[in-house]
């Protein structure tokens, strides 16, 4: 799935700041550390901004489009904040067989996101899970650690209502 880049400005505190300076001061040396310090740079944002990844380029002395390359080849990275309650659709196949296609679209729609998005006031975000191992719920939704199975586009908005 594509990812996309926050629609949410970047802000940060003075503390982040700190830490990822400190983390690329600890590897600025050795390019081969990249990763190490893309994942640490993840832990301290939750995910990983486009200034961020300008950051990163420019000291450990590698291109933006490495850093970008990598950030966007690795399913471990993500280019948009989670929301408080993020929400994640099943999409393996006998979930979708089931209709989690439909209650995918339906958050989209009302949620008015598209994959790997967060909505503007930081709430929700929307992922796309390709087996979550509970195809004899199917479909599956999530959200955070709350599991919903057996449901249809027509819950979307009931489930939703519980979190707002």
Not at 27 to 53: F, T
Not at 89 to 100: E, F, H, I, N
């Amino acid at each position: 799935m594509k990812k996309t880049i926050s629609k949410i400005p970047f802000s940060e505190t003075p503390e982040q700041a700190k830490a990822l300076q400190e983390v690329i001061d600890e590897n600025k040396h050795d390019q081969s550390n990249l990763m190490v310090v893309m994942q640490k740079a993840q832990d301290i944002y939750g995910y990983l901004p486009y200034e961020v990844q300008q950051r990163i380029a420019d000291g450990m002395s590698v291109p933006f489009e490495k850093v970008y390359g990598v950030a966007t080849f690795y399913a471990q990275f993500a280019l948009s904040p989670k929301g408080k309650y993020n929400i994640s659709v099943c999409l393996g196949t006998a979930c979708y067989v089931k209709g989690s296609g439909d209650i995918f679209d339906k958050l989209q729609e009302v949620l008015g996101i598209g994959p790997e998005e967060c909505t503007l006031d930081g709430k929700f975000s929307l992922t796309a899970a390709r087996c979550v191992g509970a195809c004899g719920l199917a479909p599956v939704m999530s959200v955070n650690d709350e599991v919903y199975g057996r449901i249809t586009k027509n819950d979307v908005e009931n489930i939703l209502a519980k979190y707002a």
